[in-house]
T-cell receptor, first 112, second 106 residues
């Protein structure tokens, strides 16, 4: 089974901190994605990557950046955490760009 | 823009059949996906329709009509464990609807 591992299940950070959320997949997938999930808003795409070193903005990239130095690892960076970034963050990978995504268990981030 | 609309909540009785609809407006449409998410869990892939018609996987079926920009997820012989949120998704990369919370009652 494909496994997508997110390094932390729960995180609490202070406003203004730089935050790194790590995601690793073990099935050699080309495609990786970061979403945030908020009640009533569903899953919204932050950034995605179709190849190593490649990154593209999703629908809500403001306040975030990403890094993909290796195929299996896709990191989400909050440059200066704010309270409105309190959310559940979900990483996914897929062999296909449009379907068959496998999600990690998520990181619930609280910014205080 | 890209948007997918689905009902926010559905309630159904154990053993019954329930249909969750999804209408979409996306450019470059590549097919419709469905994901299930239990409370506290990760979304898990259920089905994908690349072409018009019905796809069946056990108790779950999914349908797509491109001409109507419409699809649905059909759950048969409902069980309590089917209580979860269900998301339709389209385009590439995936854009999701806001999810339908299904409650299965005895």
């Amino acid at each position: 089974d494909v496994k997508v591992t997110q390094s932390s299940r729960y995180l609490v950070k202070r406003t203004g901190e730089k935050v790194f959320l790590e995601c690793v997949q073990d099935m050699d997938h080309e495609n990786m994605f970061w979403y945030r999930q908020d009640p009533g808003l569903g899953l919204r795409l932050i950034y995605f990557s179709y190849d190593v070193k490649m990154k593209e903005k999703g629908d809500i990239p403001e306040g975030y950046s990403v890094s993909r130095e290796k195929k299996e690892r896709f990191s989400l960076i909050l440059e200066s955490a704010s309270t409105n970034q309190t959310s559940m963050y979900l990483c996914a990978s897929s062999p296909n760009r449009g379907y068959g995504y496998t999600f990690g268990s998520g990181t619930r981030l609280t910014v205080v | 823009g890209q948007s997918l609309e689905q009902p926010s909540e559905v309630t159904a009785v154990e053993g019954a059949i329930v249909q969750i609809n999804c209408t979409y407006q996306t450019s470059g449409f590549y097919g419709l996906s469905w994901y299930q998410q239990h409370d506290g869990g990760a979304p898990t892939f259920l089905s994908y329709n690349a072409l018009d018609g019905l796809e069946e996987t056990g108790r779950f079926s999914s349908f797509l009509s491109r001409s109507d920009s419409y699809g649905y997820l059909l759950l048969q012989e409902l069980q309590m464990k089917d209580s979860a949120s269900y998301f339709c998704g389209g385009n590439t990369p995936l854009v999701f609807g806001k999810g339908t919370r299904l409650s299965v009652i005895a």
